[in-house]
């Protein structure tokens, strides 16, 4: 395999000496959490303490059936029950039943990757109804349209997006949460630091061996939280980042990285493009695409030193898979790869070139 150009963890990012607070504006109150999961969890414990929540009313989340195994156990450890809805393999665009929402109290919405290609006007028939809805923002926290007018809480993590320990973000439209938050995990915050240090060893010395500790010491940490994880929240070096944070540079850099990449790559049936246009609102997390053999696909671009990842595997939480047939399949086809601020215009046109020859 050559050297990595392409791919892997962030080092520990550095506040700016600006305070920016860029995450206030989108409601009343703004929380900062470990995760995204602990975000997550934390408007469900909000929705749940609501004096508007009847004793007897049903809790049904509708969720999107392609989704990250994290975020339906926050549902399911905040008491709902699943209910899930269609993702349509062009676009990711969700396909939403209004005979679907008898019953459901909650509903979570995802802009995949940055871009929001959801049908307003069933959010609105959602809202009508009294329906509390929840936007997943990890993927679209810095979109234009990244956060919908809709919504009751959005919930997310900027871990994807740069180096941070804690990067969990709740935001409450209106009015404020009803619960503090936990004392962040020690040992959690232990092992992120430490991963990233050893990210910032493999940057400094082209040495493979860092990079390997950074992603064992970062998995070890990540499953210990899938089995503990709570209304956790951050700690105060990453609130310090996040609220001295200039998102401007990142926003510019995705878009033209995503532009460049889009210039070269050629669509085959080993890369298809999920959005093979960049709108003026969208600022991506990744360059997403499917291939008719993922796993060809990826050892291809690893030996060429760019690594890629698998958002998601199928969650054990979809029991009949084969009832949601385009998410079914996108399980089995999507991979992504990063095209954020670290990377230059020669960066992505070799990635694009790469992918051209696939």
């Known amino acids: 395999m050559k050297q990595l150009r392409i791919g892997g963890m962030f080092p520990l990012e550095h506040p700016s000496s600006q305070r920016t607070d860029f995450l206030q504006g989108y409601g009343a109150d703004t929380r900062y959490y470990m995760s995204g999961r602990c975000a997550l969890y934390a408007c469900l414990l909000d929705i749940a303490s609501s004096e508007n929540l009847a004793t007897d009313s049903p809790r049904i989340a509708y969720v999107p059936a392609y989704t990250c195994e994290t975020v339906l156990a926050s549902y399911q450890k905040a008491g709902y029950a699943l209910r899930f809805y269609e993702i349509s393999t062009t676009e990711l665009t969700p396909v939403f039943r209004k005979a679907d929402l008898q019953g459901v109290s909650v509903l979570n919405l995802c802009a995949y990757y940055g871009f929001s290609r959801y049908d307003e ?115 105060a070096a990453s609130i ?62 690893e030996e060429l ?24 399949w996108i399980y089995n086809h999507v991979f992504s790869i990063q095209i954020d601020q670290r990377y230059t215009a020669m960066d992505m046109e070799y990635l694009g070139k790469a992918l051209a020859r696939l």
């Not at 959010?123 to 109804?129: I, S």
């Not at 030193?305 to 079914?328: D, E, K, V």
């Open 121 to 235: 006007a069933f959010l609105q028939e959602c809202k009508r109804r009294g329906i509390t809805i929840i936007q997943d923002t990890t993927h679209s926290l810095f979109s234009q349209d990244g956060h919908s007018a809709y919504a009751d809480y959005y919930a997310g993590s900027v871990r994807k997006w740069m180096g941070i320990a804690c990067g969990g973000v709740a935001i409450k439209r209106e009015g404020t949460f009803s619960n503090g938050s936990l004392a962040s995990d020690p040992d959690h915050l232990q092992g992120r630091y430490r991963a990233m240090q050893y990210r910032a060893k493999a940057l400094a010395s082209d040495d493979p061996h860092f990079d390997e500790k950074a992603s064992e010491v970062f998995w070890e940490t990540e499953l210990r939280l899938r089995q503990m994880f709570d209304a956790f929240g951050s700690d």
């Open 240 to 301: 310090d980042i996040l609220t001295h944070f200039d998102p401007a540079p990142l926003v510019a850099r995705r878009r033209e990285n995503y532009q460049t990449v889009l210039r070269h790559y050629k669509r085959s049936s080993q890369c298809q493009a999920v959005f093979e246009t960049l709108d003026d609102s969208a600022c991506p997390s990744h360059f997403t695409m499917y291939s008719e053999d993922r796993e060809r696909a990826q050892k291809t671009l």
């Open 305 to 328: 030193g760019i690594r890629t990842t698998t958002y998601w595997p199928l969650p054990p939480m979809l029991p009949q898979p084969q009832l949601y047939p385009q998410a079914s």
